[in-house]
């Protein structure tokens, strides 16, 4: 398959009063053409700066310190405003959380849409309106002619969130990044969504960033994952080897967390304490504080990439060879069987 | 679990007047109970009344119409009601003669024994009657209907009882933690407000102790919101509601704005606590999966109607009304086989009139909102 986007060895950190933040510590992924990726970790884990990074938005406390994000044979991070804006919004686009906060309270639907398609490509007035009404009628708004002329208070969530959709699709990117697009929805209007962000996927051929905190959500979506935890990628792997043979303790801790429609338990699983200072990041394994399995090298060195498959690679001590043997726990084992063990 | 009430809403309706022309019914005619040491938990979509219903209980808003009982006793009547009851006192006063008096008489004395509401019904259809057979109304009845309008606007006050015995928890704990104030001001300020600490040092000394069971350090006794985790702060704001050591705690979204890996977190100490305290909840949410997980009960809202109710067994295993299927098809789950291949039932929201339709009981404990003839096409899928 073919790179689309190659992200090296990135380092990023914010000047605060308190400190320099290290919020990403050497975070390393490729997105294939047509490919969804899963980025998923809790608050504060870097998800979110890194798809700015890409983005080139990033706050002017940050620093790159180090590492390159290669789009189409150009380092993103050395580009100029201008060549920046070639890119941004028209050939890597993104969905924000809040599609309240999002769009312009002041200007109709069609006229925002139409705005970013004039920007990013010559075409007339009367031409690019067709294009918006098209637009509207796929990300399945209903009587498109008429909506162009709304507001966005005019409509409900699940629509402005179609509506920023649409925009985001005007100028036909090759990637779209999708932060956290459907936590401020209900459940209902969040299925609909995936799946219009899916079925689209498939229509247009585009790469897709899917940032998120709740596995439960991205199952559907993701043909890889990529779990984050305070600022480093710790494993990632195509998407059946993270829901069904994970090997970090984290990912068992956030799957864990997600609660188990199937069997009632006594006590929902929780990963125990919260993420790390970025300040002044721990010397060896971040989430060594928060394990069950620490090992003493935990504290003393970061471990590295450790192969279980050509597709599927673990940041963890626990999987080196010298280390005891972990399996992951029981309850999530006996959840998993039941989970293969049933016929769709 | 004990079966005795602790909450008891009856043909709750909360209107906002938006225009002169409309008005919108947020919650349009809801009955419930609420059990001691329970948790209850109303789910739906944004706009289905939930919350609305939660602010009802606790009196943010002055309700439109219907009863609440709380710990037997009632707490918050209808404008409407009062409306009818002062309408209905004034008629009165006009004056017929007759001799169906002593009739009317026994029938109040019997109205006495059932529920406000029905008993406000028939006091004005006997109102009516008496005016077209030009019957004069007693003076006695006319200061037993002033009796009533009174204790309808002393029960409607609210008083420091139930203002300690009911707390809620809020969605977003950083906007409903007051920035400029420290962790043992917000957390001590209803135990101040209601005089329950006579010196500084006694505040201190409680709000660490309930620090220390909500799983926060004493360090954090002099420290600002910002200081904390998302997670943190929501204990803050559980502290704050349980050291008033309330009977009925209201959770509106009190975990949706948190990370799923701290969800647990929070969900698992309000577990605790109540297995400690013996705390009723009122747990309102759209995330149906932790619902499941912390209930005894479910009632799904929509457009301001519980259109099903019942144990979460009843709930979750035989949902019968096609809101509450949709709800549940659609929450996702960490299995990528079964999500590939999922069908949503998809629930047609146009041209429903929840008006016609009747509670309906299934069994001792589940009921769901159905003219006849839905339920049978329903109880035939």
């Known amino acids: ?344 | 679990m004990s079966r005795e009430v602790l909450l008891k809403v009856e043909n709750l309706k909360q209107h906002f007047k938006v225009s002169k022309k409309q008005t919108v019914m947020a919650v349009d005619g809801i009955s419930f109970e609420i059990f001691k040491g329970e948790t209850f938990s109303l789910v739906g979509e944004s706009g289905s009344g939930k919350s609305t219903t939660g602010r009802s209980i606790i009196k943010l808003y002055q309700i439109t119409d219907g009863e609440i009982y709380f710990n037997n006793k009632r707490i918050s009547i209808g404008d409407k009601q009062f409306k009818r009851l002062k309408h209905i006192i004034r008629e009165s006063k006009e004056g017929y003669d007759g001799k169906k008096i002593n009739e009317l008489r026994a029938e109040v004395k019997r109205l006495k024994s059932t529920t406000h509401t029905d008993r406000l019904k028939e006091y004005e259809e006997k109102l009516s009657n008496a005016i077209n057979t030009k019957v004069k109304i007693n003076h006695k009845d006319i200061e037993e209907l002033k009796l009533d309008l009174r204790q309808a606007q002393v029960d409607n006050m609210v008083d420091r009882d139930f203002r300690q015995k009911m707390q809620m928890i809020f969605q977003d704990p950083m906007a409903s933690l007051n920035p400029r104030k420290k962790v043992i001001d917000i957390i001590g300020q209803g135990l101040v407000v209601n005089g329950l600490v006579s010196s500084e040092k006694e505040k201190e000394e409680k709000v660490i102790a309930i620090l220390e069971k909500v799983g926060l350090l004493k360090d954090h006794l002099h420290r600002y919101p910002h200081q904390f985790s998302g997670g943190q702060r929501q204990r803050i704001g559980i502290a704050r509601a349980m050291i008033m050591n309330p009977d009925f705690v209201i959770a509106d979204e009190a975990i949706s704005a948190l990370d799923v890996s701290i969800q647990a977190q929070v969900i698992n100490l309000l577990k605790a606590l109540q297995e400690e305290t013996g705390v009723t909840y009122l747990f309102i949410a759209h995330d149906l999966s932790m619902v499941k997980y912390i209930s005894d009960r479910v009632g799904v809202m929509h457009k301001g109607h519980i259109v099903e109710m019942g144990t979460v067994e009843d709930v979750y295993e035989n949902p019968v009304h096609p809101y509450t299927k949709s709800l549940l098809s659609a929450i996702p789950e960490p299995n990528p086989r079964l999500e590939k291949v999922r069908k949503r039932d998809i629930y047609d929201q146009k041209n429903i009139n929840y008006t016609g339709g009747k509670i309906q009981h299934l069994s001792d404990t589940h009921t769901v909102l159905a003219t006849d003839y839905e339920l049978e096409k329903w109880l035939e899928k």
């Open chain 1, 1 to 344: 398959m073919k790179k689309i986007l190659r992200v090296n060895d990135l380092r990023i950190s914010f000047k605060t009063n308190s400190g320099n933040v290290q919020a990403i510590r050497g975070v390393s992924f490729n997105l294939f053409k047509g490919e969804t990726l899963a980025i998923v970790g809790e608050s504060g884990s870097g998800k979110s700066v890194t798809t700015k990074a890409i983005m080139g938005m990033l706050a002017n406390n940050a620093t790159v310190e180090q590492g390159s994000i290669l789009f189409d044979g150009n380092d993103i991070l050395k580009l100029t405003k201008r060549e920046l804006t070639k890119i941004r919004g028209s050939r890597i686009s993104m969905i924000f959380q809040d599609p309240m906060t999002s769009l312009n309270p002041t200007m109709t639907i069609g006229k925002q849409i139409m705005e970013s398609m004039l920007e990013h490509r010559k075409m007339k007035r009367s031409d690019a309106k067709i294009k918006v009404i098209e637009l509207l009628d796929l990300v399945g708004i209903e009587s498109p002619s008429k909506r162009f002329k709304s507001y966005p208070h005019q409509l409900s969530g699940g629509m402005r969130q179609r509506v920023v959709i649409a925009i985001a699709l005007a100028s036909e990117p090759d990637i779209l990044i999708a932060d956290e697009p459907t936590t401020a929805l209900d459940v209902t209007i969040q299925s609909q969504i995936l799946e219009l962000i899916k079925e689209l996927q498939m229509k247009l051929k585009i790469s897709i960033i899917f940032i998120t905190h709740d596995l439960g959500v991205v199952a559907n979506m993701a043909d890889r994952v990529a779990v984050m935890y305070a600022g480093k990628i710790v494993e990632y792997g195509l998407s059946d080897e993270i829901y069904y043979d994970s090997k970090h303790p984290y990912t068992w801790g956030l799957l864990a967390s997600v609660p188990d429609m199937s069997t009632k338990v006594d006590m929902l699983y929780s990963i125990p304490g919260t993420t790390p200072n970025l300040i002044s990041p721990p010397v060896g394994d971040a989430f060594a504080y928060r394990s069950e399995h620490t090992l003493k090298i935990d504290f003393e060195e970061q471990p590295p990439f450790f192969k279980v498959s050509d597709t599927h690679y673990v940041a963890s001590w626990l999987l080196h060879e010298y280390a005891p043997k972990i399996e992951m726990p029981e309850h999530l084992q006996r959840r998993i069987k039941l989970m293969l063990s049933e016929e769709y």
